[in-house]
Nanobody
Framework: QVQLVESGGGLVQPGGSLRLSCAASGSIFSKIYSISDVGWYRQAPGKQRELVAIIENGGVAHYTDSVKGRFTISRDNAKNTTYLQMNRLKPEDTAVYYC?????????????????WGQGTQVTVSS
């Protein structure tokens, strides 16, 4: 079974920093073959889920305007892990953060491609 697992959320004061991780893992029955673009999304209470940052397979990154200059997305393809470094956090950054990726994996002799979401990690920015 292939899954995405986020970690690194928590409570931080305004102006503080957090680093989120999103690790993709398979199993002996489902081996990860490739991971395309990986996106970090967030959803605040009562609001729609929004894209925060996305990183292409080759490493090119894109950000929503509200986080430019404060957040940095990166990936370690050897570890199948994507990171979101969040600096100068603001109360309005409070949300559940999710990662998303299209993953190609091998089961038996077949290649499968599916869209995966992590379970989310809570980020709370408050004094």
């Amino acid at each position: 079974q292939v899954q995405l697992v986020e970690s690194g959320g928590g409570l931080v004061q305004p102006g503080g920093s957090l680093r989120l991780s999103c690790a993709a893992s398979g199993s002996i029955f489902s081996k990860i073959y490739s991971i395309s673009d990986v996106g970090w999304y967030r959803q605040a209470p009562g609001k729609q889920r929004e894209l925060v940052a996305i990183i292409e397979n080759g490493g090119v990154a894109h950000y929503t305007d509200s986080v430019k200059g404060r957040f940095t997305i990166s990936r370690d393809n050897a570890k199948n892990t994507t990171y979101l470094q969040m600096n100068r956090l603001k109360p309005e950054d409070t949300a559940v953060y999710y990662c998303n990726a299209m993953i190609t994996y091998i089961t038996d002799i077949y290649y499968n491609t599916n869209n995966f979401w992590g379970q989310g990690t809570q980020v709370t920015v408050s004094s």
